[in-house]
């Protein structure tokens, strides 16, 4: 990937993840094209997550020897609190109910805005510092993603 740390990387990924949110808003009386463009927010996120989870975290974990707790354990819990609301939204939309998957998506959005402050304040400050000899090769595994 082209970013020069971790912060670098997935801190712009949050923004692009918030503007898909948004481009569904602005259909939102249109279930067809709310629905295409929650299908391309759900990639999305679900994307961000596994990077974080099968790349960024265990590299962390391994340079630190946080394993079992930390900063990383309670963003798994909170990104699957998130799966799990994404999997009820995509659940509703796939019976139909985009308006129901809608009203969900402002509690989801709440969750991820105190989620984000975490991880771009605290998290990826710590990568940036700890996994910057290894960014390299961090960095090539992220882009197969």
Known sequence: MSADSPGALFTPDHRHCDELWAQIEEVADDSKAAAERYAAFDRAMRRHF??????LFPALEDATGMHG?????????????MKRMLDEMTAAVERGDVSG????????LML?????????????????NVLAPAWAELSEKLSKY
């Open 50 to 55: 596994a990077m974080e989870e099968e790349v």
């Open 69 to 81: 707790g930390g900063p990383t354990h309670v963003m798994r819990m909170e990104h699957a609190q």
């Open 101 to 108: 998957a809608l009203d969900q998506g402002d509690t989801l």
């Open 112 to 128: 991820i805005q105190q989620h984000n402050v975490k991880e771009e304040g605290i998290l990826y400050p710590m990568c940036d």
